[in-house]
């Protein structure tokens, strides 16, 4: 499996995921914009620091493979 951070599906989880998921950062309460649902990784329907904590459990390096189970 892939990691739920690994945004653009390298396998890794590293600064490009990050600047996709800052791309989309709402704030607390506040919807994300379409095409950001993925980034919404505590499914509450805002994209914040919840989800940010969630993508640091998970960040690996580049070219370091993430674990799928990152956020369990």
Do not use: I, W
């Amino acid at each position: 499996g892939r990691s739920p951070a690994d945004f653009d599906r390298d396998c890794d989880v590293d600064k490009a995921d990050f600047d996709a998921l800052a791309t989309c950062f709402s704030g607390a309460g506040v919807r994300f914009d379409s095409g950001c649902s993925d980034k919404n990784l505590d499914h509450d329907d805002d994209v914040d620091q919840s989800d940010f904590g969630l993508f640091q459990r998970c960040y690996s390096g580049e070219n370091n493979p993430a674990d799928p189970r990152c956020m369990e």
